[in-house]
């Protein structure tokens, strides 16, 4: 079964993952500034443990899957490099502790370890392609908000998100991934989960 296909089997929690009230609240501007610093340390900490989990996945990636995997923990390190100028720019500290809703998607990235690389694959891929539609539904995004839109909806993402694709479609191929639809749910509710952190950590009050 394509990856794709996942979205479609699963449609309800795909919704509430991709179209979170954060997301309809960056596109109209109400979302508050403290809610979206809140956001962006605890963002800046999941790309750190996805660069270490993406980095162990490189290595026992089979060989098709190698060129985009190592692309991406280039694309994260200079992520990682963005958000500490933005954090420097808006006065946030990044060493501000992980947040339980942070700690328990890192967890889920290291038990991943332990999963086949299809499975691990279709998880990386599920991860990434909630992003970028959850960020494309907050096109264009409102004033303050809008340059983050931007970066997070560049062309260059979807056809990363697309290589990820091709590569956990192929990995199911040569070895039965029967774990797909856990794991794309899995993932699914921890994106849904990282979005509201931000609006239940009082914020938004
Ligand atoms: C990504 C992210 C995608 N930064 N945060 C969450 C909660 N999910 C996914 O990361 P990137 O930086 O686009 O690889």
Redo the contacts with the bound molecule.
Sequence with gaps: MPVADLLARHADAWRRATRHPFIDAVRDGTLPPAAFDTWLVQ?AH??AD?LRFQARLLARAPRPAQAVLAG?CV??VG?LDWFARIADARGLDLDAPQLPVTIA?GDLLYRLDAADVGTALTALWT??R??LDAWSAALPGAGPYRAFVEH?TAPG?ASYVAGLETAADHAAVDQAAPGDDAVFLEVVAA?TA?WGMALDDGALS
Excluded: K, R
Aim: net charge negative.
């Design positions: 963002d999941f790309v996805l991406g694309a994260l992520e998607y991860v990434e909630t992003y997070w993402f994106e990282f």
